[in-house]
């Protein structure tokens, strides 16, 4: 695997221990924008601060850590930066800054990240991982009332129900019924958050679901045209706008 070019919004960094990259952030963390920090993969004979350790360090300063991309056969890349006043807050994350408490080994702006996230709602909606989100009552009771969408929903990939009850679960409770519907109209018909599904790509369960919602938006169009009022009646052939001359007619 040959190196990928570094990134240029931000200076890349290795640290060969836990403590190298405690004393950046302890002197970089109230000024520097961010920064690419390579981890040694297993497999690599490279001293190297670990996922875990970057991880937890970066807790205790108010920093976040982005998705991990591969550099080369013997490193990681991963993007740290001071945690965003709106981010959002992983269940994973929760437990580990409480047990960090606990240790007293939380930093002045680690606090204070957790204590903004307590008092706007983020720390108590923190979202589950894949491996433990659930689906909670109301959208339970939302996917029942739609019986296209349930069908739908059941029939999608794990990951592809995790895309759906995550964007669900960190929706603010302002939002969440709002969310929840416009979700669960999205799975009628077939789609699901972030992509489109291609009709030729389902399986035949799924294009059974397509058909219904076909069928039913059918219906609504049936049901639509009687509430017509009286003394306004369907327009006709006759009826429609001529079409301009020198047209050839329609076969």
Not at 23 to 42: D, I, N, Q, S
Not at 59 to 76: M, P, Y
Not at 88 to 100: A, C, D, G
Not at 202 to 226: C, H, I
Request: with cysteine; charged share 25%.
């Amino acid at each position: 695997m040959s190196p990928k070019p570094l990134p240029t919004d931000l200076p890349t960094y290795t640290f060969r221990s836990a403590r190298d990259f405690e004393t950046f952030l302890e002197r970089e963390h109230t000024t520097a924008p961010g920064c690419y920090v390579k981890l040694a993969k297993k497999s690599a004979c490279e001293p190297s601060v670990s996922s875990a350790e970057a991880v937890e360090i970066a807790l205790c300063f108010g920093w976040i850590d982005g998705r991990a991309n591969g550099f080369d056969e013997n490193w990681w890349l991963v993007r740290y930066t001071p945690r965003r006043s709106k981010s959002i807050w992983s269940r994973k994350n929760v437990n580990t800054v409480t047990r960090l408490v606990q240790e007293g080994r939380m930093r002045p702006a680690g606090i204070a990240a957790v204590d903004a996230a307590k008092a706007d709602g983020r720390w108590a909606r923190a979202y589950d991982g894949p491996a433990t989100i659930t689906v909670s009552d109301d959208i339970a009771a939302a996917l029942a009332a739609v019986p296209a969408a349930s069908s739908f929903f059941e029939s999608l990939s794990k990951s592809e129900r995790y895309a759906v009850l995550w964007r669900i679960q960190t929706a603010s409770p302002q939002n969440r019924a709002k969310r929840t519907e416009a979700i669960v109209q999205m799975l009628a018909g077939g789609n699901v958050p972030g992509r489109t599904v291609k009709p030729q790509t389902l399986p035949k369960d799924r294009l059974a679901v397509k058909k219904a919602v076909a069928k039913n938006s059918t219906v609504k169009q049936k049901l639509a045209t009687e509430d017509i009022p009286t003394g306004q009646p369907l327009p006709t052939a006759e009826s429609r706008q001529p079409r301009r001359s020198g047209l050839r007619p329609r076969s």
